[in-house]
C-alpha cells in the first residue's frame, strides 16, 4: 500500500494510493514535533533525547520509537511493539529508502519529484496505518536533514 505525505503550509496529511486520507499532521514550525490524527486517534510526534517518538495519547500503551543506531549511518530504526523497522538509504547516490521489517525488504520510500520533498513509502497491507504514517514522517525527517545538510554545505 502506498502512502503520500501532501503538505500544505504546516498542515499535512497522508493519503493512501486510493486517495484515501488517513493522517492529519500538524507540524512544529522549527522542530522535528506534529500533532498528528491517524484514523480519528491523536498522537504526538516528538522528541525524546536523540529518539524520534510517536505516542497515542488515548491510548498511550501504543508507542512508536525511531532511533539512528550510528551517528555516521543515515538509517533508523523503528520500534512498534515486539516489530521493529529499519529505514536506510537505498545507495550512496541515490534519493530513494528502502524499508526492512525484522531484517526483511518489505517495501521503500522515495519522493514525488526532483522539486519537492513530498515522500511516499510503499509498505504491505498487514502494516499497521500508525506505523506506516509514522515511517512516512522519520523519511519526511530524513529528506529534511539532507536538504538542510546539502543547503548549509553549498553556502
Request: with cysteine; net charge neutral.
Amino acid at each position: 500500500m502506498r502512502y503520500q505525505l501532501e503538505k500544505s503550509m504546516s498542515l499535512m496529511s497522508v493519503s493512501r494510493a486510493d486517495g484515501t486520507t488517513i493522517a492529519e499532521l500538524d507540524k512544529s514550525f522549527w522542530t522535528e514535533r506534529a500533532t498528528v490524527v491517524i484514523e480519528g486517534r491523536p498522537w504526538s510526534f516528538g522528541k525524546d533525547g536523540g529518539a524520534r517518538t510517536g505516542i497515542c495519547e488515548s491510548d498511550p500503551a501504543l508507542r512508536l520509537s525511531a532511533t539512528r543506531p550510528s551517528f555516521w549511518r543515515q538509517g533508523w530504526q523503528v520500534t512498534s511493539g515486539s516489530t521493529t523497522y529499519e529505514i536506510k538509504p537505498a545507495g550512496v547516490f541515490i534519493s530513494a529508502y528502502d524499508v526492512f521489517r525484522d531484517g526483511t525488504a518489505i517495501g521503500a520510500s522515495g519522493k514525488g519529484s526532483f522539486w519537492t520533498n513530498k515522500p511516499w513509502v510503499d509498505v504491505p497491507d498487514d502494516v499497521p496505518a500508525a506505523d506506516a504514517v509514522f515511517l512516512l514522517w522519520i523519511a519526511f525527517l530524513m529528506r529534511a536533514r539532507a536538504a538542510q545538510s546539502a543547503a548549509s554545505a553549498s553556502t
